[in-house]
């Protein structure tokens, strides 16, 4: 069998080990039915490309890790969330008591960080199994299970209004871009500013150089057919690289007199990273990455540094997630925080074979996969 199929990509209907409609017999452990999931660009690499930028993590495995859902059900003595409550699974946990968590200058808490990273829980172990063979979480998360089983520390619970066929997409993706302009650049008003990338994550930080008051987005990507999108998003202008002879930032240097005050790369690749950096102005320029690679190096020239420029990086836009993540979902309902613009097709869950290939292909910017029949589930939700 190969990685596609025990990965649980086809079918994809692994659940918890236990009964989903029984307690965890851990009070720290919460069941949960997930309503609506993605594919992000980490799952796809994952997939397809662990060889290459990606460290290796054990198969088979479900992926998965950009939904919503609601609790099933509960460990003992839990007072913090109740069944039917809405929630959004979180790769990126919140414990409140590591040192991370209690520093303002960062969000990446390190509870359990290692044992998530390689596919288990806190106890080394996964909630999810066929046949009585262990079947790894992703991220801690798996969210292309109609069942998963995550820690308290990795859940955050959101409004009893809100769309979890939409809301979904602030699991990863859209905070991730968003929060990479607004937390990590903090982009000024008046500013001049690029965003490499125009997937997922790209689109959300034009859609936050819009909201900081930026007067120019430049928008760079090399399909076209991007561009109307992020023009939608708040892009004044779009470049595709393949239309110039020059180096990108030169084309981007060019187009601004001395550079742009703020990049952001949504990419993941080194070359556009050194591209992003070098396409700022000196003295102040800011390069943020927000691609995610997890083994592969970029070049730096080291007097682009010495000379006034910033770079530095983002891991879930710098949002600490149980805390924000619902404030991020009240921004959408109050109508300041873009959401439906990201979905481009709605399918399946037996048909997630076909979001994978529209994203790598580069059709859809997302596409919600529907864990269950549309007269299944055990949720009154709806749009």
């Known amino acids: 069998m190969g990685q596609r199929e025990t990965s649980g990509h086809r079918g994809c209907h692994g659940g918890p080990a236990q009964n989903p409609r029984s307690p965890p017999e851990d009070h720290k452990l919460f069941c949960l039915q997930v309503i609506a999931a993605s594919v992000c660009h980490t799952d796809s690499e994952q997939l ?19 939904a919503a859902g ?19 699974p979180l790769f990126l946990p919140q414990c409140d008591e590591c040192e991370h968590c209690q520093s303002p200058k960062t969000n990446q808490c390190r509870r359990n960080w290692g044992n998530t990273q390689t596919g288990v829980l806190a106890d080394g172990t996964s909630r999810i199994s066929f046949k009585g063979q262990q ?23 959101i409004r009893s209004d809100a769309p979890l066929h939409k809301v979904f997409l602030l699991g990863c993706g859209v905070s ?19 965003v490499f990338g125009l997937g997922a994550v790209g689109l959300a930080a034009v859609m936050g150089c819009q909201a900081a008051g930026a007067r120019r987005i430049i928008a760079v990507d ?10 939608e998003f708040g892009a004044t202008d779009c470049v595709n690289p393949r239309d110039h002879r020059e180096p990108i930032q030169e084309v981007v240097v060019k187009m601004t007199g001395s550079g742009v005050d703020f990049a952001v790369e949504c990419v993941g690749s080194p070359v556009v990273m050194t591209s992003a950096l070098e396409s700022t102005r000196d003295a102040w320029g800011v390069c943020v990455i927000a691609g995610w690679t997890e083994t592969e190096a970029m070049s730096v020239k080291v007097e682009k540094l010495l000379m006034g420029r910033t770079l530095t990086g983002t891991y879930f836009g710098g949002w600490k997630s149980v805390r924000d993540v619902p404030r991020l979902v009240d921004d959408y ?10 979905i481009t097709q709605s399918l399946p869950l037996d048909r997630i074979n076909q979001a994978f290939d529209t994203l790598r292909s580069g059709e859809s910017i997302r596409t919600v996969i529907r864990m269950w029949p549309d007269d299944g589930g055990s949720t009154n939700e709806s749009d």
């Open 135 to 157: 079947i790894f979480q992703f991220l801690g998360v798996s969210a292309f299970s109609q069942y998963t089983v995550v820690p308290e520390t990795s859940l955050t619970k």
């Open 48 to 66: 397809y490309e662990s060889h290459d930028g990606m460290k290796p993590r054990p198969f088979p495995m479900v992926l998965g890790h950009e």
């Open 222 to 231: 090399i399909n076209p057919a991007k561009f109307e999108k992020a023009r």
């Open 333 to 342: 309902m109050d109508g300041r925080l873009k959401l439906d613009e990201f």
């Open 176 to 194: 991730t871009g968003y929060g990479a302009v607004i937390n990590a650049a903090a982009v000024d008003a008046n500013s001049v500013c690029a």
């Open 70 to 88: 609601v609790v099933e059900s509960v460990g003992p003595g839990v007072t913090k969330f109740r069944p039917g409550d809405k929630v959004i």
